[in-house]
DNA sequence: CAGAATGAAAT
DNA sequence: ATTTCATTCTG
C-alpha cells in the first residue's frame, strides 16, 4: 500500500483515486518549513499571513522542498500532534505499569496487555478517559482551528527525506509553542514562528514532559517571573526543570558549535546521561551504604574511584571529586538531620563543584580529546555542568527525602527520565548515521576503551550496569571509561554528532534563542537547584536502600539485594579490569529501561507531579482541574493565568506560555486520570472473565495477576500498597482530587458484570483487531501448541472457559494465584500471553493451565525463566479446559 | 523503522 | 469501509 500511494504521490494529482489528497497534506507542510523563516527572528509576528504565505509559496512542489529543508530544522518537532484518543491516553497513563510488571515484554506485548485492559476496564473508568480524550481534542481543535488530522500519505512524499523522520512531523504546527500555527487553512491565531525557542516539545518529550509540570509545581508559581532571565524567555520554562537544563546546554552547545556542535550536543546529553547515572547511583550506593552501614562504606567507594581513577583516565577527577563531596555533604547533612542550612550548604558546595569541574573539565578533556580541540572543549563542559547539576537536584531531594520511598522514586526520576528518553533519541540516531561503524551494538564491549565504540554505546553501558545493580561501583568505573571511549572515540563521536542533532537541534534552537542572549547558563543553575529543592519536599518516603533493590531488581538479582554493593563492586572491578564486564546487555537494557523508565520515570513523575499540584498549588490546581483552560490550548489567550503580562510583552513568550500551560493542563488532566494497577484487572479478568467485548476479551491476563510480574512488580508493590493495599486503583492525583473515586473504582472494576457482552458494534479497528488479534494471538501465546488450540477454541469456549476459569481463580486467587500467575508468565515470558482479543486468549487457557499445576505442585519449575518446559504440561491442561 | 493496540478523523 | 496517525518502545 504504502508503496503504491507514495508513487501516487508523485503523479499525485492524478492518481488521487482513492487515496487522499496529499497536496492538503503539502500545504501543511509548508508550515513547518516556516519555522525556520520563524526562526530567524523571534518577533512575534505571529500572523497568520506568513504562514499562508509561506503555505502559497510552498504550493505542492515546495512541500516537499521543504521538507527536505526542514530536515534541518527538524521540522519533527514542530508538528502538532493529532491528540490522543482514549485509548492512548490509557496506554500512555499505563503502559509503565505494564511493563512493570512485564519487563520482558516488549512494546507490543505491552500494548496488547494495555488493549485487554482497556477491553476490561470498567465503562465508568473507560468513559473517563474517553472524555478526557474529547476535552483534550476539543482543546486542541480550539487552538487549532484548522488542523486536519492526516493527509494521509503524506509520509511517502517526506520519504524521500532521508533525515527527518517522515512520519512525525509532517503536518503538524510549529511545535509547542504554536498548536495554533498549524491552522494551515484558517490561520487565525497568530502562531509564533518561534519555533525555534520553544522548549522541547513537551509533546516529543513525552514523559519527560511530565518532569517539567513537576518541576513547575513544585515551583508553585507560574509568576516566577523571569528573573534570572529576559522578559522572553519564560522563566518556568526555563526553571521548569532539569529537563529545560539540559535542553540549554544542548541549545548552548549548539551556539557554540554551530551546525557540528549539534553532534557535541549529542555527545553532552550522553555523557549527561551517563553521569547522570553514575552521579545518581553513586549517590544513592552512598545514601544506602550511610543507612546501613553509614559512612564506612562511602570511603570503600571513594577508595574504589580512585584506583578506577588511576586506570582510567583524568576525567573521572571531576566525578571523582564531586561524588566525595557529594558524600561528604551527604553525610553531614545527614548527621545534622535535614537542615536546611545543611541543604543549602550542600547546594552551594555543589555549585562551587560544578563550577570548577566546569573550568577543570575542559581541560582534561582536552587532553584526551585532542583531536577535536574546540569542540569537544565546548561539549564537556556542558556535559559535566549539565550532568553535575542534574545530579545536584538530586542529592538534595534524596536528602531531604530519605524517609520517602516516594520521595526516592521521585529522585530517581528526574534522572531516569532524562536518559531514557533522550538515549532512544540518540541511540535512533546514531544508529541511524554510524550504520557503517557499528551498529549500535552497546554490547559488545570488550573493545569499548581501546575502540571508539560510540558514546551512546558508553551510555548504554552504563545505563546497563545501572540496571544490573551493578551500579555503584561500576557507575564510577564505568563513566570514565565511557569518558574515555568517547573521547579516544573522537572519530565515533563526530559520527555520533550527527543523529542527536535534529532532536537535539529543535529544542536547541529554542534555548539558544533564549539563553543565548544571558549568560544564563550560570544564572539559571541556581534556579534550578532551588527548584530541585522544591520538588524534593515532597518527597516522601526515604528508603534509598529500597530504591536500589527497584532498579537492579530486574533481573536478576532480587534474592541479593543485602549484599549487593560489596559483591558487586567486586564484580565491577573484576569486570572493569577484564574490560569485559557486560552482561547481556539485553538483560540489562531491558532492566534499565525498565527500572528507569517506567518505573522511575514516569510513576515517579507522576507522583511528583501531584505533589506538586497539592503542596504547591491546592488552589491553583482546582481551577485548572476542572477543565482545561481554553486558554492554555490556545497560546493567544493566555491571557488568564497569571503570566499575562509577560504575555503581552511577549507573544513569544505567550505562545510558550501558553503551549506550556497547554501541556501543563493536560498533564493535570491526564495525571488525574486514575491508573488502575494491574490487579485490579487481574482480578476483573479473572472473576469476570466475560468481559471482552465483542470479540471477547481480555479474560485472560495471566501475566499480569498482581505477583505475576514477581519480582519487580512486587517491588513496585509496595508502592502501591503504600497507597492501597487493597483497593486495585491508585491515582496519585486523585487522593487530593476524589478520594472516593477510587473506591467506587475498586468495586466496580472487579464485579461488573458487563452486560455489554455482544451488542457493540465493531468497528473497523475493532474488526480489524480480532482478526489480527486471532492470530497473533494464536502464535504468541503459542508457547507452543497452544496457540492454534486457542484458535480454534476462540469462539464458543469462551463461555465454558470463562466459567472454569473463575473458578480456579477464585479458588487459588488469593495466596496460590500468585505463584500461578507467576509460573505463567514466566512461561510465557517470551509470548505475552494476553493478546487483546481472542475470547480466550492462550492466556486464559495458560493460566489455567498454570493454576493446575499449581494444584499439582508444579508451578515451582516454571520459573526458571523463558524454561518452556512447563509447556508440556499446560498443553494437556489447556486441552482439557477446552473439552470442557 | 516496523509494529502492537484503539479510536477519531478523513477519505 | 478503509486508511492515518496519535503514544510508547523494542527488535
Known amino acids: 500500500m504504502k508503496g503504491s500511494n507514495r508513487n501516487k504521490d508523485h503523479s499525485a494529482e492524478g492518481e488521487g483515486a482513492g487515496k487522499r489528497p496529499k497536496r492538503k497534506c503539502l500545504q501543511w507542510h509548508p508550515l513547518l518549513a516556516k519555522k525556520l523563516l520563524d526562526f530567524s527572528e523571534e518577533e512575534e509576528e505571529e500572523d497568520e499571513e506568513e504562514d499562508i504565505d509561506k503555505v502559497q509559496l510552498l504550493g505542492a512542489d515546495g512541500l516537499e522542498q521543504d521538507v527536505a529543508e526542514t530536515e534541518d530544522d527538524e521540522s519533527p518537532e514542530q508538528r502538532a500532534r493529532r491528540p490522543m484518543n482514549a485509548f492512548l491516553l490509557f496506554c500512555k497513563r499505563h503502559r509503565s505499569l505494564v511493563r512493570q510488571e512485564h519487563p520482558r515484554l516488549d512494546n507490543r506485548g505491552a500494548t496488547k496487555i494495555l488493549a485487554d485492559w482497556w477491553a476490561v476496564l470498567d465503562p465508568k473508568e473507560k468513559q473517563k478517559y474517553t472524555d478526557m480524550a474529547k476535552e483534550y481534542k476539543d482543546a486542541f481543535m480550539k487552538a487549532n482551528p484548522g488542523y486536519k488530522w492526516c493527509p494521509t500519505t503524506n509520509k511517502p512524499v517526506k520519504s524521500p527525506t532521508p533525515t527527518v523522520n517522515p512520519r512525525k512531523k509532517l503536518w503538524a504546527f510549529p511545535s509547542d509553542s504554536s498548536r495554533d500555527l498549524p491552522s494551515p487553512k484558517k490561520t487565525k491565531t497568530e502562531e509564533m514562528p518561534q519555533l525555534n525557542f520553544g522548549m522541547a516539545d ?139 542550612k545543611e541543604l543549602r550548604n550542600f547546594e552551594e558546595l555543589r555549585m562551587d563543584d560544578i563550577m570548577g569541574i566546569k573550568m577543570e573539565d575542559p581541560k582534561d578533556i582536552k587532553k584526551e580529546e585532542l583531536e577535536e580541540d574546540q569542540k ?13 547539576k542534574i545530579i545536584i537536584s538530586d542529592v538534595p531531594s534524596r536528602k531531604d527525602h530519605l524517609c520517602h520511598p516516594h520521595g526516592i522514586m521521585i529522585i530517581e526520576d528526574p534522572t531516569t527520565l532524562n536518559k531514557p528518553e533522550k538515549l532512544k533519541k540518540k541511540k535512533k540516531k546514531s544508529k541511524m548515521d554510524r550504520h557503517g561503524n557499528d551498529k549500535s551494538t552497546p554490547k559488545k564491549t570488550c573493545k569499548k576503551r581501546q575502540s571508539s565504540e560510540s558514546d551512546i554505546e558508553s551510555v548504554i553501558y552504563t545505563i546497563e550496569a545501572v540496571a544490573k545493580g551493578d551500579w555503584g561501583i561500576e557507575k564510577l568505573g564505568e563513566t570514565p571509561r565511557k569518558k574515555v571511549r568517547t573521547s579516544s572515540s573522537g572519530k565515533g563521536s563526530i559520527l555520533d554528532a550527527k543523529p542527536p542533532k535534529k532532536k537535539v537541534k529543535s529544542r536547541e534552537k529554542k534555548m539558544s534563542k533564549e539563553k543565548s542572549s544571558d549568560t544564563t547558563k550560570e544564572s539559571r543553575p541556581p534556579d534550578f537547584l532551588s527548584i530541585s529543592a522544591s520538588k524534593n519536599i515532597p518527597g516522601e518516603v526515604p528508603e534509598g536502600i529500597k530504591a536500589e533493590p527497584l532498579t537492579p531488581t530486574e533481573d536478576a538479582l532480587p534474592p541479593s539485594l543485602p549484599g549487593q554493593a560489596k559483591p558487586e563492586d567486586s564484580d565491577c572491578h573484576r569486570k572493569i579490569e577484564t574490560c569485559g564486564f557486560r552482561k547481556s546487555e539485553r538483560s540489562c537494557k531491558g532492566a534499565l529501561y525498565k527500572t528507569l523508565v517506567s518505573e522511575g520515570m514516569l510513576t515517579s513523575l507522576r507522583a511528583n507531579v501531584d505533589r506538586g499540584k497539592r503542596s504547591s498549588g491546592k488552589g491553583n490546581s482546582s481551577d485548572q482541574e476542572g477543565c482545561w483552560n481554553e486558554e492554555s490550548w490556545t497560546f493567544n489567550q493566555i491571557g488568564t493565568s497569571g503570566s499575562k503580562k509577560f504575555k503581552k510583552t511577549k507573544p513569544k513568550e505567550d505562545s510558550l506560555l501558553g503551549s506550556t500551560k497547554l501541556d501543563e493542563e493536560f498533564e493535570k488532566k491526564f495525571n488525574s486520570l486514575p491508573q488502575y494497577s494491574p490487579v485490579t ?44 493495599p487493597t483497593e486495585a486503583i491508585f491515582s496519585e492525583d486523585k ?6 473515586y477510587k473506591v467506587k ?37 503459542a508457547d507452543g501448541r497452544v496457540s492454534p488450540a486457542g484458535g480454534t477454541l476462540d469462539d464458543k469456549p469462551k463461555e465454558q472457559l470463562q466459567r472454569s476459569l473463575p473458578k480456579v481463580t477464585e479458588a487459588g486467587c488469593n495466596d496460590e494465584c500468585s505463584h500461578n500467575r507467576e509460573a505463567a508468565e514466566t512461561r510465557s515470558s517470551t509470548p505475552e500471553m494476553p493478546a487483546v482479543s481472542a475470547f480466550f486468549s492462550l492466556a486464559a487457557l495458560a493460566e489455567v493451565a498454570a493454576m493446575e499445576n499449581v494444584h499439582r505442585g508444579q508451578r515451582s519449575t516454571p520459573l526458571t525463566h523463558d524454561g518452556q518446559p512447563k509447556e508440556m504440561p499446560q498443553a494437556p491442561v489447556l486441552i482439557s479446559c477446552a473439552d470442557q
Not at 699 to 715: A, H, Q, V, Y
Not at 735 to 740: G, H, I, S, W
Not at 752 to 768: A, C, D, I, N, Y
Open 376 to 388: 569537544c572543549s565546548h561539549f564537556p563542559d556542558f556535559s559535566y555542568s549539565a550532568s553535575s
Open 202 to 340: 513537551p509533546t516529543q518529550m513525552g514523559g519527560l514532559s511530565m518532569l517539567l509540570l513537576a518541576g513547575e509545581h513544585a515551583l508553585g508559581t507560574p509568576e516566577i517571573s523571569s528573573s534570572t532571565s529576559h522578559p522572553d524567555a519564560p522563566s518556568k520554562q526555563c526553571q521548569a526543570s532539569a529537563l529545560f537544563q539540559f535542553a540549554e546546554i544542548s541549545s548552548n552547545t549548539s551556539q557554540l558549535g554551530g551546525a557540528e556542535p549539534v553532534k557535541r550536543c549529542g555527545k553532552s546529553a550522553l555523557f549527561q546521561l551517563a553521569e547522570m547515572c553514575l552521579a545518581s547511583e553513586g549517590v544513592k550506593m552512598e545514601e544506602s551504604k550511610l543507612i546501613k552501614a553509614k559512612e564506612a562504606d562511602g570511603g570503600r567507594i571513594k577508595e574504589l574511584e580512585k584506583g578506577k581513577e588511576e586506570r582510567e583516565i583524568k576525567m573521572e577527577k571531576p566525578d571523582e571529586a564531586r561524588l566525595q563531596k557529594e558524600a561528604d555533604v551527604e553525610k553531614s547533612a545527614k548527621e545534622n538531620g535535614r537542615d536546611s
Open 681 to 724: 484487572f487481574d482480578r476483573k479478568c479473572v472473576p469476570v472473565p466475560r468481559k471482552k467485548k465483542k470479540t471477547g476479551s481480555m479474560s485472560s491476563e495471566p501475566t499480569k495477576t498482581s505477583k505475576g510480574s514477581g519480582d519487580k512488580w512486587s517491588n513496585k508493590q509496595f508502592f502501591l500498597d503504600a497507597i492501597h
Open 735 to 740: 487522593n487530593t482530587t476524589e478520594p472516593a
Open 745 to 781: 473504582n475498586a468495586p466496580s472494576i472487579p464485579n461488573t458484570p458487563e452486560p455489554t457482552t455482544m451488542q457493540e458494534p465493531l468497528v473497523g479497528s475493532q474488526k480489524r483487531k480480532a482478526r489480527k488479534t486471532k492470530i497473533t494471538h494464536l502464535v504468541r501465546t
